[in-house]
């Protein structure tokens, strides 16, 4: 696929899954033997599900912003920015109410028209102390 292709189908998982909550476009999207390198232990097609419904449990107000979207033959990177208020259970820390703005990288490998593989990095500290977790400083 060109690489043109390949944004729009990063664009379209982000905007239209991971914020928009389109589980069914899911099927369309990921190949069947997905994997998600995102995690300590790499997960497939359904933890990648669960994630995205405890992220909008946690966050339901949430958006996302592309900041700047890169591609080179079958490798697309995004530089994200996202923001939403706790409203819920997240990774074990109770709903604070509190708003969080979160920068991170996404990185997919596209294959036959599908994202195949997934790697997502976020600054896990930065996070933590907006949620009130871990002091400031």
């Known amino acids: 696929m060109p ?4 944004k729009a189908l990063l664009v379209r998982l982000l905007e239209e899954v991971v ?9 369309q999207l990921l190949a069947p033997d997905f994997v998600d390198h995102s995690r300590s232990q790499a997960g497939g097609f359904e933890t990648f599900r669960k994630e995205i ?15 700047h979207l890169l591609a080179e033959g079958d490798t697309v990177v995004a530089h994200l920015e996202s923001e939403g208020t706790h409203h819920g259970s997240f990774q074990g820390i109770r709903a604070t109410g509190r708003k969080i703005s979160l920068p991170s990288i996404t990185i997919v490998r596209i294959a036959n028209g599908r994202v195949a593989e997934r790697w997502n990095v976020f600054d896990r ?6 949620l009130g977790v871990i002091p400031d400083g």
């Open 53 to 67: 419904q405890t992220l909008h449990t946690a966050f339901p107000d949430m958006t996302l912003k592309i900041l």
């Open 19 to 27: 914020v928009g909550g389109d589980f069914e476009l899911m099927d």
């Open 3 to 6: 690489v043109e292709q390949n």
């Open 125 to 130: 500290y930065v996070y933590l102390q907006q």
